[in-house]
């Protein structure tokens, strides 16, 4: 029914941590807009709940080859605090996984972008279990309670999706691989990055949440995160050196830099970044 889905490049993938490749190509995001307030609407589609992101939310840097727009976020999530991510990282599931879905800014629609390899962005954030409640988060479990059915629709007023994502500083490490939507049509058409930085949600949210959208059968929603498919060749891409690709950086830029303090010293301001990361 959905050809796509059986595909090379789909997603999905577990993260192996040693065979990633450093790609000093992976700058920095620029995140326009996502400090602004709107009021959003929340949709139950009966596999999932979307909460619609205005278009003037826009996304560029990061490696990416165009400027794109934001369509929705959406969560995955398991069962009572459980494992829940749909990416894994050296086979360690997340109990969380917010996903920020763009496309390319010329593109109207989902659809229009799906047909370009390139055309759709994703972000993605793991969640890890906090002592404290996330308060922001809460507004987002709220508006999940109000969509418990299929067809429901709510608002969320006043929103500001940097209330739950962290500040762009704090993003400059993430992984990178081309992949697929994770549900029917699994389009493969998206360039997945999935951050380092973790989002924090308490033992209660993390309950809370997979009891808050029901399924059509009367049931809740869990476990919905689709497993880790095949790379099939394909390579990850880290955006951060590890210590030794760090020296090896760090030795081979000795001669060009002979010429010029200027030089030495931004290469030395970035390598101390990379440090801190
Ligand atoms: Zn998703």
Request: glycine share 8%.
């Given at each position: ?5 059986g ?63 934001a ?37 109207q629609s ?26 922001h988060?809460?507004?987002?479990l ?25 500040p ?28 380092h930085?973790?989002?924090p ?54 001669p ?9 010293c ?12």
């Amino acid at each position: 029914m959905f050809p796509e889905c059986g595909g090379q490049r789909q997603s999905p993938i577990n993260i192996v941590t040693s065979t990633v490749q450093y790609d000093p190509a992976l700058g920095p995001f620029a995140f326009d807009g996502h400090d602004h307030i709107s009021n959003i609407t929340v949709d139950h589609l009966g596999h999932s709940a979307h909460f619609a992101l205005p278009q003037s939310m826009r996304i560029h840097g990061g490696g990416l080859p165009s400027v794109y727009k934001a369509l929705q976020f959406h969560l995955h999530w398991g069962v009572n605090a459980g494992p829940g991510s749909e990416h894994t990282v050296d086979g360690e599931r997340y109990p969380m996984e917010l996903h920020i879905v763009y496309i390319k800014e010329e593109y109207q629609s989902l659809e229009e972008a799906e047909s370009d390899s390139a055309g759709i962005a994703v972000l993605g954030f793991f969640f890890e279990a906090s002592q404290e409640d996330n308060t922001h988060f809460d507004t987002v479990l709220e508006a999940l309670r109000r969509v418990r059915f299929i067809g429901n629709t709510s608002s969320v007023a006043a929103f500001k999706l940097s209330d739950i994502i962290p500040p762009a500083h704090e993003l400059s490490a993430y992984y990178r691989y081309s992949g697929s939507m994770t549900t029917p049509a699994c389009n493969e058409a998206v360039i997945w990055t999935i951050f380092h930085k973790t989002l924090p949600a308490s033992h209660r949210q993390l309950v809370e949440v997979a009891g808050e959208v029901w399924y059509w059968t009367g049931k809740p929603m869990t476990n919905i995160f689709r497993p880790a498919q095949q790379l099939n060749g394909r390579v990850v891409s880290r955006s951060s050196p590890l210590p030794d690709e760090l020296s090896a950086l760090t030795d081979s830029a000795v001669p060009f830099l002979s010429g010029s303090a200027f030089c030495l010293c931004s290469v030395l301001v970035s390598v101390s970044l990379y440090c801190a990361l």
